[in-house]
């Protein structure tokens, strides 16, 4: 599809909510002939009302989880992020959710990932991390839990359906699962590794790894991206540091491609590949979390997460990017009414930070179809839903 064409089928989609002052949402910011895009981080309270760290004490052991939260009535979105990302993946769509329907938003850092803190943030075990979900559930709400819906993107999604599937939230209500499929996820188990390889390791500013993102594709959406990078990557720390020893690493802000508007749509310009700079100044930002030493957990979260979908007793919905993610057992369960399902095409794997208006007006239309809320204006599906 051609710029042009895409810009066409682009604008007959439902217009987006007005921004915030200063903010643009899409991975292309319209900003005039020559003029670059900002990539800037932009704080959290942008998005979100408050922040808390949730205290869980098991044993003599205290574990803390970053939460981020908005909205005081209606039903709580329990938001479950991917491997690697953080809860601020979901800034951007809270805000969003927040203005369509009532609810309240409770956006977690998983554990060993952002800012939580835990004892033991080696184990993501599917069985460890579905028992933090109940957890954090019974210490922010205790006895007298509103209704739950669980949210979840890729491994979020997989540790939302665990938590459901072994009633470890009394109150759930709904089941909301974003761009993650038993068949597809564990295919891709094996090219896993090369993929994280294949990323910088360092980044010499914040900037450059929000540039690098949304360059790459990671995330596709600037506006999200300005956001929750920050949640993705800290300061670097080496551990052997002798003084004035060189550090290689990836300046990833060298401009993969620029880009230029010339008469509303944009050019590319093709630059040098990435390459190694060798400077004396320290790198850094790396990432949080090293994914790659996670890899003996990565089976147990998808290993029969279809079938645990399907038996989950709420009503259920499958955002996906595309409908060839579809396995065989969700195809059936498809076909028999036993969730509902939809496709947002245009989006890449982070589908709730690539269209977090789209993702919202599933959601929303979802809730208020299952009685879930009420709505706080015209709630518009560009997508139909099967």
Same mark, same amino acid.
Not at 168 to 177: E, I, K, M, R, T
């Given at each position: 599809?051609?710029?042009?064409?895409?810009?066409?089928?682009?604008?007959?989609?439902?217009?987006?909510?007005?921004?915030?002052?200063?903010?643009?949402?899409?991975?292309?910011?319209?900003?005039?002939?020559?003029?670059?895009?900002?990539?800037?981080?932009?704080?959290?309270?942008?998005?979100?009302?408050?922040?808390?760290?949730?205290?869980?004490?098991?044993?003599?052991?205290?574990?803390?989880?970053?939460?981020?939260?908005?909205?005081?009535?209606?039903?709580?979105?329990?938001?479950?992020?991917?491997?690697?990302? #953080? %809860?601020?993946? @979901?800034? !951007?769509? +809270?805000?969003? =959710?927040?203005?369509?329907?009532?609810? &309240? /938003?409770?956006?977690?850092?998983?554990?060993?990932?952002?800012?939580?803190?835990?004892?033991?943030?080696?184990?993501?075990?599917?069985?460890?991390?579905?028992?933090?979900?109940?957890?954090?559930?019974?210490?922010?709400?205790?006895?007298?839990?509103?209704?739950?819906?669980?949210?979840?993107?890729?491994?979020?999604?997989?540790?939302?359906?665990?938590?459901?599937?072994?009633?470890?939230?009394?109150?759930?209500?709904?089941?909301?699962?974003?761009?993650?499929?038993?068949?597809?996820?564990?295919?891709?188990?094996?090219?896993?590794?090369?993929?994280?390889?294949?990323?910088?390791?360092?980044?010499?500013?914040?900037? #450059? %790894?929000?540039? @690098?993102? !949304?360059? +790459?594709?990671? =995330?596709?959406?600037?506006?999200?991206? &300005? /956001?929750?990078?920050?949640?993705?990557?800290?300061?670097?720390?080496?551990?052997?540091?002798?003084?004035?020893?060189?550090?290689?690493?990836?300046?990833?802000?060298?401009?993969?491609?620029?880009?230029?508007?010339?008469?509303?749509?944009?050019?590319?310009?093709?630059?040098?590949?990435?390459?190694?700079?060798?400077?004396?100044?320290?790198?850094?930002?790396?990432?949080?979390?090293?994914?790659?030493?996670?890899?003996?957990?990565?089976?147990?979260?998808?290993?029969?997460?279809?079938?645990?979908?399907?038996?989950?007793?709420?009503?259920?919905?499958?955002?996906?990017?595309?409908?060839?993610?579809?396995?065989?057992?969700?195809?059936?369960?498809?076909?028999?009414?036993?969730?509902?399902?939809?496709?947002?095409?245009?989006?890449?794997?982070?589908?709730?930070?690539?269209?977090?208006?789209?993702?919202?007006?599933?959601?929303?239309?979802?809730?208020?179809?299952?009685?879930?809320?009420?709505?706080?204006?015209?709630?518009?599906?560009?997508?139909?839903?099967?």
């Amino acid at each position: 599809m051609s710029s042009l064409e895409k810009d066409l089928f682009l604008s007959k989609l439902p217009s987006r909510p007005p921004m915030r002052p200063g903010l643009q949402t899409g991975s292309k910011m319209r900003m005039g002939p020559g003029r670059k895009r900002d990539f800037s981080p932009v704080p959290w309270n942008h998005y979100f009302e408050t922040m808390e760290d949730v205290i869980i004490t098991r044993g003599i052991s205290k574990d803390s989880f970053r939460i981020y939260k908005s909205g005081s009535e209606g039903p709580v979105l329990l938001l479950l992020h991917g491997g690697g990302h #953080s %809860a601020l993946s @979901w800034a !951007v769509f +809270s805000s969003l =959710i927040i203005s369509r329907v009532k609810c &309240r /938003v409770a956006a977690v850092d998983l554990r060993g990932h952002g800012d939580t803190k835990v004892v033991n943030s080696d184990d993501l075990s599917a069985e460890n991390m579905s028992r933090d979900v109940g957890d954090i559930i019974d210490t922010l709400y205790g006895e007298d839990a509103p209704p739950v819906l669980l949210i979840g993107h890729s491994m979020g999604g997989a540790i939302a359906v665990h938590a459901a599937a072994k009633n470890l939230v009394p109150s759930l209500q709904g089941l909301c699962v974003i761009d993650v499929v038993e068949g597809t996820a564990m295919d891709a188990l094996n090219s896993m590794q090369t993929f994280l390889r294949s990323r910088p390791k360092i980044f010499n500013s914040v900037e #450059s %790894a929000i540039e @690098w993102s !949304v360059k +790459s594709g990671q =995330i596709r959406n600037l506006e999200s991206a &300005r /956001v929750s990078m920050l949640g993705q990557i800290k300061r670097y720390e080496e551990e052997q540091n002798s003084p004035g020893s060189s550090h290689a690493f990836v300046d990833t802000a060298i401009n993969e491609e620029e880009e230029e508007e010339e008469g509303g749509i944009a050019k590319k310009e093709k630059k040098n590949e990435p390459t190694i700079s060798v400077k004396e100044d320290k790198p850094e930002y790396t990432w949080r979390i090293e994914l790659s030493k996670t890899e003996k957990y990565w089976e147990g979260w998808f290993k029969g997460l279809s079938n645990l979908f399907l038996s989950c007793p709420v009503p259920k919905l499958l955002l996906l990017a595309g409908v060839d993610r579809l396995d065989r057992d969700l195809t059936i369960g498809q076909m028999q009414g036993k969730f509902q399902m939809q496709v947002l095409p245009q989006c890449g794997h982070a589908v709730h930070e690539d269209a977090p208006d789209k993702v919202a007006e599933a959601l929303a239309t979802f809730m208020i179809r299952n009685k879930f809320t009420e709505s706080k204006g015209d709630i518009q599906s560009g997508y139909p839903s099967f």
